[in-house]
């Protein structure tokens, strides 16, 4: 079975991708992943306006997959309309600020443990949160081997917008280091914050 990755892609792009893997011709079936349920439903309506059948399965992380049967002669052979298959805007997320390497006070270690695990739960939000911006201590979430780190690729890969501080890599010399993300500055981090509809922080 063919698999497509629409994860990320807005609407109407799934559809048009599914359209196009079902011209290219699918006989064994065609997988399509999406990240949420509008997109699930345009995959579906799609499929089965080209006389083929759909079963969706919920995926570990969350996600959908929209499996594709009885592509044949007519598959995809309709003109798509993309006003016909557009989707509700998806809810804008919190913007999450990391300023510190340990949560809450008292052990550092422990504070460091609960942080990363933090970081690794908010891949768990919905909607994800829109951006997170890293600075003073935090920036060794992004720039560590650390049990969160992974997390934080996860997100960026699904559309998060991730922000290191500048001078704090510097500070903490660990500017050639970072390992997800983009640099940033202080005037971002204020323009940003003072936006945002929602700021949310483990501290």
Known sequence: MKIIDCRGLN??????????AMEAGAPEGLAVIV??????????????SQDCTTTVSILADGHYQV?????????????VDPATFTCS????????????DSMGRGSEELGWALLQN?????????????????YNG??????TDNKAVEAVIEM??????????GTCLEYFH??????????????????????????????
């Open 11 to 20: 609407c109407p792009e799934p559809v048009l991708q599914t359209k196009r």
């Open 156 to 165: 960026e890969r699904r559309g998060v917008e991730i922000w290191a501080c």
């Open 138 to 143: 935090g920036v060794k979430i992004v720039a």
């Open 35 to 48: 990240d949420n349920e509008g997109s699930k439903n345009n995959v579906e309506r799609f499929a089965r």
């Open 89 to 100: 805007p998806a809810a804008a997320g919190p913007v999450c600020i990391i300023p510190a």
């Open 67 to 79: 499996e594709i049967s009885g592509i044949g002669a007519k598959a995809a052979s309709a003109q």
């Open 174 to 203: 660990l500017e050639k280091e970072l390992k997800v993300g983009r640099i940033t500055n202080m005037f971002d981090i204020v323009n940003t914050m003072a936006t945002a509809a929602r700021v949310i922080s483990p501290y």
């Open 118 to 134: 933090y970081v690794k739960t908010l891949r768990e939000l919905s909607p994800l949160p829109s951006k997170i911006f890293f």
